[in-house]
């Protein structure tokens, strides 16, 4: 039965769920944490833990992302159908049939055949997940299984660990990125790295750490001045600094065929403004204090992303 970590954990769930969501149902929760509870009892996980920490973890990622209750009870009940005894039947009694539905919808996109090497397939993949999906709920409970199973892929055999690597760059991370779901993204990006070339990976790591400080202090520079000229036209505006995550700096030197110091833009500013008239004012004052490089403006404002997504993106040279 569960250990007082996961206990304390599910509280801590049910915590932040009730800060989130109006119609919070902390007794369904605690249902659904108990079912699952007993039904993977006397599972275990590959690094020798009791399987219920792997529902939790992906229950705990999802209530940080402030998702709702039945996003959570079918997070906690995930695995039981494809791993357990219980039935779609018994989760729509028990709890409702869209919790049943969502949990048969991620049990259903585990089982497809990703075997493919060639993009055109991944493609084919990821459209047929996001197909399968009708309910964006159990594409997001799918991505963060993937991402606690990626979290403690060291457990696994070497041959597993770039298997999972593969199928998670190929089909995942394409997927997290096409919902705008950037950190999630990042994650799953840079720990597949760390699978498929770990030299790769840990050399880059080990530059990025050395450049840190240096990188820092450049980026703070920049902020400073752009929230002094902000300040003087009167638009009011947040503004971060923002690093590149190991697997995009990585995909540049392949693609560009560079070396790790001769990658620039390591890092980037964003600039939260109001409106759309003051997001093209903060872009004209950015061209005015640094040279734009030709061919990377992109209007995402004129032109959304598919998922809506809306800003400018430019690069400047600088120095
Ligand atoms: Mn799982």
């Not at 996961?6 to 769930?13: A, L, M, Q």
């Not at 109001?274 to 005015?288: A, D, M, Q, S």
Request: contains cysteine; charged residues 30%.
């Amino acid at each position: 039965m569960a250990t007082e970590a996961v206990k304390k954990k599910i509280d801590n769930i049910i915590k932040i769920v009730e800060k989130n969501d109006p119609d919070a149902d902390p007794d369904m929760i605690m249902r659904a944490f108990n079912l699952a509870d007993q039904a993977h009892a006397g599972q275990k996980r590959k690094s020798g833990e009791d399987y219920i920490i792997h529902p939790v973890a992906v229950a705990y990622i999802l209530a940080k992302y402030r998702m709702d209750t039945e996003t959570i009870c079918a997070a906690l009940l995930h695995d039981v159908i494809e791993d357990t005894d219980t039935t779609h039947e018994e989760i729509a009694t028990m709890f409702n049939p869209k919790i049943a539905d969502l949990v048969e919808g991620v049990t259903k996109i585990g089982k497809i055949d990703y075997q493919s090497k060639e993009e055109s397939q991944a493609e084919y993949i990821r459209k047929m997940v996001m197909a399968m999906s009708k309910d964006i709920r159990v594409i997001l409970i799918k991505l963060v299984d993937r991402l606690h199973n990626m979290r403690t892929l060291e457990y696994m055999t070497k041959e597993k660990q770039k298997e999972k690597a593969r199928e998670t760059l190929d089909i995942y991370a394409p997927i997290a990125n096409r919902l705008g779901i950037q950190a999630i993204k990042a994650e799953l990006e840079d720990l597949s790295l760390k699978y498929l070339d770990p030299e790769g990976y840990y050399n880059l790591v080990k530059s990025v750490k050395a450049k840190k400080q240096a990188r820092e202090e450049y980026v703070n520079q920049v902020i400073d001045i752009l929230k002094k000229k902000l300040a003087e036209v009167d638009i009011p505006c947040k503004v971060y600094g923002r690093s590149k995550h190991f697997y995009s700096i990585y995909r540049k030197m392949k693609a560009q065929h560079r070396k790790f110091d001769e990658i620039y833009d390591l890092v980037a500013v964003r600039v939260i403004v109001n409106t759309v008239k003051e997001c093209y004012g903060v872009l004209g004052l950015v061209h005015t204090e640094w040279k734009p490089i030709p061919g990377r403006f992109k209007d995402y404002i004129a032109m959304p992303k598919p998922n809506m997504y809306q800003s400018l993106h430019t690069a400047c040279a600088t120095g």
